[in-house]
């Protein structure tokens, strides 16, 4: 019992020490992640609603279907990491989560209605995928009044807006939100 304890002891610190540089270089990455994945929502958010003051919602469709996929394509070419939105009610019909995507969503969701604020959601992990190490990170974007304007229950959504969103996403899921409720999330990926 007592050589037991004692290579026990001996051992822990050893253990400790193999596994420190990963714990580090996963907390690199996750500190990178926080930086690439916040840079975008906020700038988003200037431009849609300066969008919606000037021409009203309807106007603003174009911001989240072009500015969007436009800010994260420049900076996914700046960083090094592929970005993108999914959602587990999408309107895009290409805005569909992969597993992974799709169970962090799910926790996300847990998480919120467990009492975690919809802000301050976000997971990273080191994944495998086809036989390759890859970083994976999620932020939750929650709703706020804005974006009821284009995802809330029919009597937030203008005809107007309605009509419109009919014509561009026939086969849309992205409606139906109140405040502060997830309604989706962006999620960055990079190679190690
Ligand atoms: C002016 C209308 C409008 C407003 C306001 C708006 N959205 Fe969107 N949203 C859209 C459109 C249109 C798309 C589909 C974009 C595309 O084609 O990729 C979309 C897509 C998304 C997506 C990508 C996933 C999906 O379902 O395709 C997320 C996430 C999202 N919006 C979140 C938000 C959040 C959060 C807000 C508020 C901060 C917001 N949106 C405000 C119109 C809007």
């Given at each position: 019992?007592?050589?037991?304890?004692?290579?026990?002891?001996?051992?822990?610190?050893?253990?400790?020490?193999?596994?420190?540089?990963?714990?580090?270089?996963?907390?690199?990455?996750?500190?990178?992640?926080?930086?690439?994945?916040?840079?975008?929502?906020?700038?988003?958010?200037?431009?849609?609603?300066?969008?919606?003051?000037?021409?009203?919602?309807?106007?603003?469709?174009?911001?989240?279907?072009?500015?969007?996929?436009?800010?994260?394509?420049?900076?996914?070419?700046?960083?090094?990491?592929?970005?993108?939105?999914?959602?587990?009610?999408?309107?895009?019909?290409?805005?569909?989560?992969?597993?992974?995507?799709?169970?962090?969503?799910?926790?996300?969701?847990?998480?919120?209605?467990?009492?975690?604020?919809?802000?301050?959601?976000?997971?990273?992990?080191?994944?495998?995928?086809?036989?390759?190490?890859?970083?994976r990170y999620m932020k939750a974007l929650p709703t706020q009044d804005l974006c009821l304007n284009c995802?809330?229950?029919?009597?937030?959504i203008s005809p107007a807006v309605q009509a419109k969103l009919k014509e561009l996403y026939p086969a849309?899921?992205?409606?139906?939100?109140?405040?502060?409720?997830?309604?989706?999330?962006?999620?960055?990926?990079?190679?190690?």
């Open positions: 019992m007592k050589t037991f304890n004692f290579i026990r002891i001996l051992a822990l610190p050893v253990i400790a020490l193999a596994a420190a540089p990963a714990f580090s270089d996963e907390a690199k990455l996750l500190e990178e992640a926080r930086g690439v994945s916040s840079a975008i929502p906020p700038k988003l958010l200037n431009v849609l609603d300066e969008e919606i003051k000037k021409g009203g919602p309807e106007g603003a469709i174009g911001v989240c279907r072009d500015k969007a996929p436009a800010m994260a394509k420049a900076a996914s070419e700046k960083s090094g990491w592929a970005i993108r939105r999914v959602s587990l009610k999408n309107r895009n019909p290409k805005a569909v989560p992969d597993a992974w995507e799709e169970a962090v969503l799910k926790e996300f969701d847990k998480r919120a209605a467990a009492g975690e604020k919809p802000t301050g959601l976000e997971k990273g992990e080191v994944v495998t995928m086809d036989g390759k190490k890859v970083y995802h809330g229950t029919p009597d937030r849309d899921k992205a409606v139906g939100y109140h405040a502060a409720e997830i309604r989706g999330a962006i999620t960055i990926k990079k190679p190690l």
